[in-house]
């Protein structure tokens, strides 16, 4: 199979911080709450990434659950991380980024709980958001336009 591309397209909207990111035909806004400069529209960049991450070992949580003989009822993942704004906010010298991001994937299912188990492992094994948040190997500008 060939690689796949994935992109979006994230333009302020003009009013305070807020944008909105066009997604394969979707839009979604993005915004900070009041504190930060925002209107509390939608939810924060670091708030998607959270979502990105339960939202895709939810997706490979249903995926592979019949491979892994697991009768899957439900699954919902809370996922949560650390901020010290002071780090953007360039107040001190801390890490700007998440400093820790836990998560837990409740599967409800009657299946075997080992059989849920190496379901779990699998998803965490193979979760392309979770290995994208290990590191990236290149985060590169490929144009900057300054009007």
């Not at 697991?70 to 360039?90: A, C, I, Y």
């Amino acid at each position: 199979m060939p690689n796949l591309t994935f992109s979006s397209d994230v333009k302020w909207s003009g009013e305070g911080v807020r944008s909105v990111a066009e997604i394969n035909g979707k839009q979604v806004i993005i915004d900070e709450p009041p504190d930060l400069g925002g209107t509390d529209q939608g939810p924060n960049p670091l708030e998607l990434i959270l979502a990105g991450l339960g939202g895709c070992m939810n997706v490979l949580v249903s995926l592979f659950a019949k491979q892994h003989g697991v009768e899957l009822k439900g699954s919902q993942v809370r996922v949560e991380g650390d901020v010290d704004p002071d780090g953007f906010l360039e107040k001190a010298d801390v890490r700007p980024g998440f400093q820790e991001i836990r998560y837990h994937i409740h599967i409800d299912s009657p299946s075997a709980p080992e059989k849920i188990q190496a379901l779990i492992e699998h998803v965490e094994r193979v979760c392309p958001v979770k290995d994208t948040l290990k590191g990236v190997p290149t985060v590169a500008v490929t144009g900057q336009k300054t009007s």
